[in-house]
């Protein structure tokens, strides 16, 4: 071989056939990466330098979102068992070993879904990216206490412009799951009952995010308040919650009263992300369709829970169930099924059921609601019917009307959620707004109440 | 032009001391950076097809030692800045200074290159990219516009686990070739060149990867090129903090017979 010579022909035959070694000739897609960074600001990765270990700790549970998507679109569904156990265990190792110190994106530890539905990547971890922004925010003391508003609201304003195909909505879950309408599609609900124990590594996460902001918002800026309070929240995890899981999704409202009266914008855009986790887990853990369907009806769930213009009037339209809940502290109401989450869910069960079922039975509709409420709550429990909620709700009543469009992936069923949505008009539309928080007083942190 | 330039033992140390200063100080750095992407020079010489975030902006240095294969030592200095101006695209201005009785030519050159990425991987389809270089020839015994081109690709090749691999074509246009004398032989620089570089990377703990790469490239010099190997580490240090590790062994008589290289990538 002449030494000399630059064999270009070799190179990119070399090139072409390493690339395409891999491509067994299917229909390929591929989409724009459309990648886009932060805000700058004074207190950026101000959580990670005061709060090290819980940064470790949210890494951990990133872990657990960004992995859950590839354990379930790579493992069938009839190991479920095995994968639900195992994952558990890694995700729980990874959280209390503090295996990174710092946050991963999606991809690093779901590198298949990335492939499959790089929509879906670019919209949990360009929110998550704001949340890093709010818990930064929270923990600088660059940023005076009575100017964390001001600079929330830019870090929020920032995530709705600059990525709007993929901005979490800022109106609250009640409207969005309405708008997305989701319940009698063939997946909703089978994350939870077939993976219980993955699931419930979601709700810790759930709960344990709110519980910071809390925490910050009792602490305020000084020297040793965040910090003391948010150890307390990390022992009451390890000490109670992954001892006594959560047995729903916990919202913002709930958990976090004070931050959302603050900020209601980024509590949504919170609120919206952590269902979205969920119905992603169930698209992904569903077998009866196609990879290509599944990130069908990926896309369709993330544009209908988006934001919208115009949701800003809906922003504070939601209770305040505990205003003056310590995170420090972990009631039973915290680990309980019922809360704002399952309200939620019943009020739109029963303002689909007129269409869906006109001449039930007050008999039948009993067993109806025990089956919703059976199938809202993890795990499989005696006389639950295995499956999804539709599922469920199809073995006791075969003849039940479907909407158009409901069984479909990436099909919105018109009818059902403009139900759903006039529903929720008549029901809380008149409702007052959720009184702001002041923010002019730095405050001193409270005793644990007893 | 033949160099006698004898640098002493301070400014042979300058790089170095650089980069310790700003390691030092990484504790105290903001910004962002992603130890998964790969990047020309940080750690090795592969890169991704990926162009830095939208309105992502970092300060990049990287230190590179390399023992040619007449036994000369030279050691290259790149700062440089590294901004997102678009989706998908990012443009970055360097100034490479090098110090040593080795090859200097081009030190003190502005680099101003720009990196167009077509799309994210698909299951089937690898990501693309294009990129284009120009020196300005401000530097050491530089005359002219060179300029080159890249194409990169980047395919994921495992399920569950992020291993990729990249392949990179360069080519170089050298605007005005120069012919020197060195001794008894005339050494010309070649008008264009060409350089191959196929590799695999993949995250080998949580926060670090590790990459493997071969090159076969064409030298500055007509009539020379060479294969070698390398091997790097890219450690996310902080949220905003990348340090790469580099390595490289040449193959064969003309190769560069060693090269260490160290870059740290803070974004501001």
Known sequence: ?450 | MKNTYKPGLLTRSLPWLLVLALMLSAEMARAQSDFMNLENNFGVRLEDAYATAYRNREAQTYVRYERDAKGRNTTLLVPAVEIGPFRNTQFSVAVPVRVGNGDRTGTGNIEVSGLYNFNTEGLYLPAVSLAAQADIPTGLASSGLDYTLRFAATKTITRMHPTRIHANVRYTRNAQPSTSREGNELITERAERWVGIVGISTRLAPQTLIVVDFIREQFRLAGAMGNSVELGFRRQMNPRLVMSLGGTAGLGEQAPSVRANVGLQQAF
């Open chain 1, 1 to 450: 071989m002449n030494n000399n010579r630059f064999n270009k022909a070799g190179l990119a035959s070399l090139l072409l056939g390493a690339l395409t070694a891999c491509a067994p000739g299917k229909q390929i897609t591929s989409e724009p990466r459309k990648e886009v960074s932060y805000i700058r600001g004074p207190y950026n990765a101000a959580f990670f330098r005061r709060h090290g270990p819980s940064e470790a700790y949210s890494a951990g549970f990133h872990y657990h979102h960004g992995k859950e998507h590839d354990v379930l679109v790579l493992t069938p569904l009839a190991d479920r068992e095995k994968v639900d156990a195992d994952f558990d265990a890694s995700v729980f190792d990874f959280v209390k070993n503090q295996k990174s110190k710092v946050g991963p994106n999606m991809a690093l530890y779901g590198p298949y879904t990335a492939r499959l539905a790089w929509k879906l990547f670019r919209t949990i971890d360009w929110t998550h990216q704001h949340h890093e922004q709010t818990y930064d925010i929270m923990a600088s003391q660059r940023v005076a206490w009575d100017k964390k508003k001001e600079w929330t609201d830019r870090a929020v304003k920032y995530y709705l412009e600059r990525n709007k195909d993929v901005a979490r909505s800022v109106a609250p879950l009640d409207i969005t799951m309405r708008r997305a309408a989701t319940m009698m599609k063939p997946y909703f609900t089978y994350y939870r009952n077939f993976y219980p124990k993955s699931n419930s590594q979601a709700w810790v996460a759930h709960w344990w995010h709110p519980a910071v902001y809390e925490a910050q918002m009792i602490s305020g800026n000084a020297d040793g308040g965040q910090e003391a309070a948010i150890k307390e929240v990390n022992r009451i995890m390890f000490d109670e919650v992954y001892k006594n899981r959560p047995q729903r999704m916990v919202l913002s409202r709930e958990l976090m009263p004070r931050y959302s009266r603050m900020s209601p914008e980024s509590a949504n855009i919170f609120d919206n992300l952590h269902m979205l986790h969920g119905l992603a887990y169930d698209i992904l853990s569903y077998e009866g369709w196609t990879e290509e369907q599944q990130r069908e009806e990926l896309y369709r769930v993330i544009d209908a829970m988006s934001y919208q213009p115009g949701d800003e009037k809906y922003a504070r339209k939601f209770d305040i169930p505990y205003p003056d809940v310590d995170p420090r502290q972990y009631p039973g109401w915290m680990a309980s099924s019922e809360g704002s989450m399952s309200k939620i869910m019943k009020e739109m069960m029963e303002e689909m059921m007129p269409m869906m079922m006109p001449d039930i039975s007050p008999d039948m509709k009993e067993k109806v609601m025990a089956q919703f409420q059976m199938k809202m709550r993890p795990g499989m429990e005696p006389g639950e019917i295995e499956g999804s909620l539709h599922d469920a709700l199809m073995k006791l009543m075969p003849g039940m009307t479907m909407m158009p469009g409901a069984m479909d992936a990436g099909k919105t069923p018109e009818m059902m959620r403009e139900m759903m949505l006039k529903g929720w008009q008549e029901k809380h539309g008149n409702m007052p707004d959720v009184e702001p928080y002041s923010m002019q007083k730095d405050p001193s942190q409270p005793a644990i109440n007893q």
